[in-house]
Structure formats: structure tokens, C-alpha cells
């Protein structure tokens, strides 16, 4: 694999360095387990849901937490039953632990269980003060006459 040097991009961006953070982070190739399977997909603009595959867990065997830009899934089993033999144990009951970066202003808004599947809704939240915004552009000199006008009348 090849391996990018960012140094360059830390001399002339200041500010980003969570941004080379993360792609540094990425770039190491952290293992991260294949199970539970997940989907992300798009739902709306600026919504998305997470779909995770959690066959055998109930909801209270589940948490899920963010911190930090990071959304954070467990399934923890509560005991094993010892009284079952199995001739093939084909289902995964098995604890596990997945993470997810989330970017800036994405909000979990909430989570439901259905059919064996885990359902996560998230949003992207940006602040009014971050938003595109119309300037009008008006006539300067009809702004002044107005001005002028109503200091008249008060005067």
C-alpha cells in the first residue's frame, strides 16, 4: 500500500489538523471487525440512517453513545443460556463493539430495533450563523436621501 505524506499540507493549513488527523487515521488501516454488517444510506437531504444487522440482541442489550464526533455501538450479551446444544450455531450471538466518524453538526436523532435490525437516524444540523446567506444589494444613494429625510422630520 502506498502511503501519502500530509507534512506538506501541516506547513500551509492552519486549523485542519483534526482534518490530517483523521486521514492519518484512516490511512493506518485500523482493523475494525466485519461483524455486525451495516448499511449506511441516505434518507433525505442532509438525513441518514445506519442499518445494522444485531439478529439475537434485544434492546437492552444494546447502547449507543457519541462523544466527540464519534458514534459509538455496542451489544453486549447478558449470559449465555447453558442449557442449549447446538448441532450448528449459524447465528452470531456474540459481543461486539463498531465505531462510526461522525462530521461536523451530525446529530443522532434516534434509534428503533425492528426484525432483528438495528435502525440509527442521524441529521446534519448546521448552525443559522453557518448557513448560506442572500445579501440584497440596494441603492446607496436612495438609502442616503431616505436617511436625510427622516433626520429632517425628527429635527
Known amino acids: 500500500m502506498t502511503t501519502i505524506d500530509l507534512a506538506p499540507f501541516y506547513r ?3 486549523g485542519f489538523d483534526h482534518l490530517a488527523n483523521l486521514m492519518d487515521a484512516a490511512a493506518r488501516n485500523e482493523k475494525q ?3 455486525p454488517p451495516y448499511n ?3 434518507t433525505g437531504e442532509d ?3 445506519i442499518t445494522m444487522a444485531v439478529a439475537g440482541f434485544d434492546e437492552q442489550e444494546m ?3 457519541t462523544e466527540h464526533n464519534t458514534l459509538l455501538v455496542k451489544g453486549q450479551k447478558a449470559g449465555k443460556d447453558e442449557g442449549r446444544r447446538f448441532v450448528h450455531q449459524g447465528i452470531a450471538e456474540r459481543n461486539f463493539e463498531r465505531k462510526f466518524q461522525l462530521s461536523d453538526y451530525i446529530k443522532v436523532t434516534g434509534a428503533h ?3 432483528g435490525l438495528l435502525h440509527i437516524e442521524l441529521v446534519r444540523e448546521v ?3 453557518l448557513k448560506p446567506r442572500k445579501i440584497s444589494i440596494g441603492n446607496s444613494s436612495s438609502q442616503v436621501q431616505n436617511e ?3 433626520a429632517q422630520n425628527v429635527a
Do not use: C, D, G, W
Open 40 to 42: 449506511i444510506e441516505v
Open 33 to 35: 471487525p466485519a461483524y
Open 148 to 150: 436625510l429625510l427622516k
Open 127 to 129: 448552525p443559522e450563523a
Open 113 to 115: 430495533m425492528a426484525h
Open 63 to 65: 447502547s449507543i453513545e
Open 47 to 49: 438525513q441518514y440512517r
Open 12 to 14: 500551509s493549513f492552519i
